[in-house]
């Protein structure tokens, strides 16, 4: 491509708000044979709101809820506000919080006013050595409903679970169906559990799911997911910058973290994913015009 084409490309971008960060991406866009995607902010709102909780006998909901919600208040993840925000429209008071701990990709912990509380995922809990199989079947329910499933824990005993659901940006299905209709493949890699991420994949048509990441492993999956082509991937937090890095081209959605954005080739100005197939067709256009 010539120099001109990639400036009238770019400048074609500008104005349906895609960045190019690189004139390079504008080329290299066009060969793109996959795009793989962060779930959570990426393919939906990634602002879950709480939906369900189950209480072990012997659990009060008021006390269940104003203890998670001490803890979540201390953590920065979209699931943290969900919770916060339904405890404090019960009446949960705040409470004093010591020792919160963060364990990245399975829960969160923290003593609240001297009972020690953790809340996280499935593997979270079998990490702490706790059995959870009296709510195999909630969870299962809550898998295929498209919700995320958590497991509370007080004082070391199983006492809650509790599920959250993100919904789906209003311009994926759309989004999903152009990139098909331009014969990409399209992936999600998530750190969330398989039933829910399988869920949410097949109610949007998606090709291939990649689940229960751990945050250092989207890396490894887009690395994986190169076998089936040139690889685009989409996402907008902390932890997509590696992958975002690893791509052939990285798109950041621009509503999301920075450091997304600085590790990417391409911003998508608004939080929709329109932008991408518009941004694949504009780099078909453009450079394919010229050859
Ligand atoms: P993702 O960005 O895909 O949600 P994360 O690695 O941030 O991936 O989280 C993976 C899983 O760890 C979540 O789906 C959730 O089950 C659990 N988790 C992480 N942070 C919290 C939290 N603050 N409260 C409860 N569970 C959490
Ligand atoms: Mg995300």
């Known amino acids: ?6 400036m009238v490309g770019t400048g074609r971008g500008a104005e349906m708000g895609v960045l190019f960060r690189k004139g390079e991406a504008l080329q290299l866009l066009k060969e793109a044979r996959v795009v793989a995607l962060d779930k959570t902010g990426t393919l939906t709102e990634g602002k879950p709101a709480l939906t369900d909780l189950e209480l072990v006998d012997g659990f009060d909901r008021a006390q269940v809820l104003s203890l998670v919600a001490a803890v979540e208040e201390r953590s920065e993840h979209p699931i943290a506000r969900a919770i916060v925000e339904a405890a404090q429209a019960e009446g949960a008071g705040s409470l004093p919080v010591e020792g919160f701990n963060s364990v990245t990709g399975y829960g969160v912990e ?18 702490l050595g706790l059995v959870i199989d009296v709510f195999d079947q909630t969870a299962e329910r809550l898998g295929d409903e498209g919700k995320t499933p ?8 199983l006492a809650a679970i509790i599920a959250v659901a993100d919904p789906i940006k209003e ?55 190169k076998a089936l082509g040139r690889l685009a991937y989409v996402g907008d937090g902390i932890n997509d910058a590696p992958a975002l890095a690893e791509a052939d081209v990285g798109l950041a959605i621009g509503t999301g973290t920075d450091v997304a954005i600085e590790a990417a080739d391409v911003v998508l100005m608004s939080g929709s994913l329109r932008g991408i197939p518009n941004a694949i067709a504009l780099s078909q256009a453009t450079i394919g015009n010229i050859r």
């Open 1 to 6: 491509a010539t120099p001109t084409s990639i």
């Open 110 to 127: 923290a003593t609240v006013a001297g009972t020690r509380v953790q809340i996280g995922a499935d593997r979270y809990m079998r990490k």
């Open 150 to 157: 958590l497991y509370t824990a007080i004082d070391g005993k």
């Open 171 to 225: 311009t994926t299905p759309e989004a999903i169906s152009a990139l098909h209709a331009l014969g990409l493949k399209v992936a999600m890699i998530t750190g969330d559990n398989a039933r829910t991420a399988d869920a949410i994949a097949r109610r949007l048509g998606i090709d291939e799911v990649v689940s229960e990441v751990l945050p250092d492993g989207k890396v490894e999956a887009v690395k994986r997911l």
